[in-house]
C-alpha cells in the first residue's frame, strides 16, 4: 500500500479556484484510476489512464482534468472548483486492466469547497 | 456502462452471526467481480475476489458466490467479529475499468 501516495491528504479551497490533486506510485503499473467517493454513492470513476499520454473519461468527468506525462504520476485538476465538487478522492493503480487485476487505493484526499 | 446495485445499504448483526451482501449487475460482459472492505478514513482495501468461470470462492469466514445467469453475486461473512465492522463495496469489472456498488455499512454489535 505504502507504494501509491496522495497529496495533500486535506484540502480547503474556495469556489472559482482551481485546485490540483497529486497521484503517485512506485510500482509501474500502467493503469491509473481517479474516484471520488460521496455517501450513497459509492466509488464513481472520474478519469482513467491506460499509460503515459493516455487517458480517457469515467462515469462522471465534467469539471475535471487529467494529465499523465510519466507512468509514475496522474494528477487530477479541478479548473474551477464548485461545492458540489467536495468529496473524497481516490487515486488506484493496476497492473494492467486486461483481466482480473486488482485495483490498488491510494489514502484519498478529502476536499471542501467552500 | 455497466450498472451495479448493492443491497442492503445497511446491517446490523449479532456478533457470530451471519452477515450476507447482495449484488446485481447489468453488463453480461463483466467478468471479474472484487469485493472492498473500507474501515472508517482508511481506503478501500480487496478482501476477496472472483471471476466469471468459477461459482464459489471462499478465504475462511468470507466466501464469495456468483450466478452469471442472473447476474448477480454475492458476500457471506460468518462468524461476524467487531472488526468485521466496516463499508463493504461490490464491484464488477468490465472494458478496462471496475464499476462499484453504492456500498453496504456493516455493524456487528457485540
Known amino acids: 500500500d505504502a507504494g501509491i501516495t496522495q497529496s495533500p491528504r486535506y484540502k480547503i479551497t474556495e469556489t472559482g479556484r482551481q485546485v490540483t490533486l497529486m497521484c503517485h506510485q512506485t510500482?509501474?503499473?500502467?493503469?491509473m484510476f481517479w474516484y471520488r467517493q460521496d455517501l450513497g454513492h459509492g466509488l464513481r470513476l472520474i478519469y482513467y489512464?491506460?499509460?503515459?499520454?493516455?487517458?480517457d473519461k469515467g462515469e462522471v468527468p465534467d469539471g475535471y482534468v487529467v494529465s499523465r506525462s510519466k507512468t509514475e504520476n496522474f494528477p487530477l485538476t479541478l479548473e474551477s472548483a464548485t461545492r458540489s465538487q467536495t468529496s473524497v478522492y481516490f487515486c488506484?493503480?493496476?497492473?494492467?486492466?486486461?483481466?482480473?487485476?486488482?485495483?490498488?487505493f491510494g489514502p484519498g484526499t478529502r476536499l471542501t469547497v467552500l | 456502462g455497466e450498472n451495479v446495485e448493492q443491497h442492503p445499504s445497511t446491517l446490523s448483526v449479532q456478533e457470530g452471526d451471519s452477515a450476507v451482501i447482495k449484488c446485481t449487475y447489468s453488463d453480461s460482459a463483466s467478468n471479474y467481480f472484487p469485493w472492498y472492505k473500507q474501515e472508517l478514513g482508511k481506503r478501500p482495501q480487496l478482501i476477496i475476489d472472483i471471476r466469471s468461470n468459477v461459482g464459489e470462492k471462499k478465504d475462511q469466514r468470507i466466501a464469495v458466490t456468483l450466478n452469471k445467469t442472473a447476474k448477480h453475486f454475492s458476500l457471506h461473512i460468518t462468524e461476524t467479529q467487531p472488526e468485521d465492522s466496516a463499508v463493504y463495496f461490490c464491484a464488477a469489472f468490465n472494458d478496462y475499468k471496475l464499476s462499484f456498488g453504492a456500498g453496504t455499512t456493516v455493524t456487528v454489535r457485540a
Open positions: 510500482w509501474s503499473h500502467s493503469y
Open positions: 488506484a493503480s493496476s497492473k494492467t486492466s486486461a483481466e482480473y487485476n486488482e485495483q490498488f
Open positions: 489512464s491506460a499509460a503515459a499520454d493516455i487517458t
